[in-house]
């Protein structure tokens, strides 16, 4: 049984579109300097281009991997279920943030909320995966681990 959710998230959707209205109401009070509209310019696309990155978060689970993708597929992050030891739900704190994060132990990708599932590896090492399902995903994992 294989297992495969897309997360969505809103949060960041309005934090684009209240920096995009905010550099609206900026280029329309500024004066028409080209070098604060080019800089307007560049900030709107690199927003609009992060936004679309990380406001989805793919999570892949089959008998042989678990895989986290970003946006259109990068980043991305693939484990071996070979390398997982166990894995767990688990709650982070506010201050973890969203988007993809060196935390005590390894890393996370998150896009939104505070589930997670938490894997320890071989290595000693930990990666979390945010999710909205951490239920499914935890069993998905847990059934891939399953001897055959």
């Known amino acids: 049984m294989g297992y495969r959710h897309r997360q969505q998230s809103s949060v960041v959707t ?4 209240v920096a995009l209205v905010a550099l ?7 004066d028409d300097d080209t070098n ?3 800089l307007i310019s560049a900030v709107v696309a690199l927003l609009t281009l ?4 990380f406001s989805r978060l793919t999570v892949v689970v089959d008998g042989r991997s678990i895989s986290a993708r970003f946006g259109w597929g990068w980043p991305a992050r ?3 279920v070979a390398d997982v ?4 739900t688990v709650r982070n704190r506010w201050y973890h943030g969203w988007g993809i994060r060196w935390i005590s132990g390894g890393w996370m990708y998150n896009v939104a909320g505070f589930d997670a599932v938490e894997l320890e590896l071989r290595s000693g090492k930990l990666f979390r995966i945010g999710t909205d399902e951490p239920e499914a995903l935890e069993s998905a994992i847990e059934d891939a681990l399953a001897p055959v």
Do not use: C, E, P
């Not at 309005?14 to 579109?17: A, D, E, H, I, K």
């Not at 992060?50 to 990155?53: C, I, R, T």
């Open 24 to 30: 609206a109401v900026v280029m329309f009070v500024s």
């Open 50 to 53: 992060l936004s679309v990155v």
């Open 36 to 38: 604060v509209m080019g």
């Open 78 to 80: 693939r484990i071996d």
């Open 85 to 88: 030891v166990s894995a767990r």
């Open 14 to 17: 309005v934090v684009l579109v």
